[in-house]
């Protein structure tokens, strides 16, 4: 079974700093997407980034990177420049390629930032 | 272009009660997933529906079922309402079955007292 792990429940970052959150992943298969998505109070859930996993070239959008280690099963997000606007759960999410296109996610990271 | 909505945005019920949850999908979408979201966890596929028919369904027990109409918007149905079936259920869609990216809806939050 494929499984998808957060092992920061909370972190904090300041304005205009950086922060990564972690994401490791449990399959035995070889084609895949992996998502990072982001649930602000309003409850909302909102795509931040997407990885297809035969890409070897790291996802950007905008302040928003990715670090794809597929070996070691490791999918981590990177927030540059943070914003009050940030703060948010945070849920990192497999899926594999095929029918039936389900969503496992992890149980997410806190992310608060701080003036 | 229209996002995904749901209703209601929250719902009261009594345990042993049965519910109806609704979602419209975004425009052009033909495959809508839905999720239960219990407080502090992520997300829980449930089923999904393509073209009006289930396709692919999570360990969830029979109570839950769903419908996914013509126009692909879509019902979650959940019978004898039990008190861990308090949560949020989330809907999503996309554009094709094998997939691309899920959008989701804001939810409907259920608390079943």
């Known amino acids: 079974a494929q499984t998808v792990t957060q092992s920061q429940p909370e972190m904090s970052v300041q304005e205009a700093e950086t922060v990564t959150l972690s994401c490791t992943y449990d399959?035995?298969?070889?084609?895949?997407?992996l998502f990072w998505y982001k649930q602000p109070p309003s409850r909302q859930m909102i795509l931040v980034i997407r990885?297809?996993?035969?890409?070897?070239q790291n996802a950007t959008e905008n302040r928003f990177s990715v670090n794809f280690q597929k070996a070691a099963k490791s999918f981590s997000l990177k927030i540059s420049d943070s914003q009050l606007g940030d703060a948010a759960m945070y849920f990192c999410?497999?899926?594999?390629?095929?029918?039936?296109?389900?969503?496992?996610f992890g149980t997410g990271t806190r992310l608060q930032v701080t003036l | 272009e229209t996002g995904v909505t749901q209703s209601p945005t929250h719902l009261i019920k009594t345990r042993g009660q049965q519910v109806t949850l609704r979602c419209s999908s975004q425009?052009?979408?033909?495959?809508v997933s839905w999720y239960q979201q219990a407080l502090g966890q992520g997300p829980q596929f449930i089923f999904q529906?393509?073209?009006?028919?289930?396709?692919g369904r999570g360990n969830f027990p029979p109570r839950f079922s769903g419908l996914q109409f013509p126009n692909y918007s879509s019902e979650l149905n959940v019978n004898a309402l039990e008190l861990d079936d308090s949560a949020l259920y989330l809907c999503?869609?996309?554009?094709?079955?094998?997939?691309?990216?899920?959008?989701f809806g804001p939810g409907t939050r259920l608390l079943v007292l």
């Open positions: 999503a869609s996309s554009l094709r079955l094998i997939g691309e990216t899920q959008y």
């Open positions: 399959t035995s298969e070889s084609d895949y997407y």
């Open positions: 990885q297809e996993a035969y890409k070897q």
């Open positions: 999410a497999y899926r594999i390629t095929g029918t039936a296109s389900k969503l496992t």
């Open positions: 425009s052009g979408h033909n495959t």
């Open positions: 529906y393509y073209r009006e028919e289930e396709n």
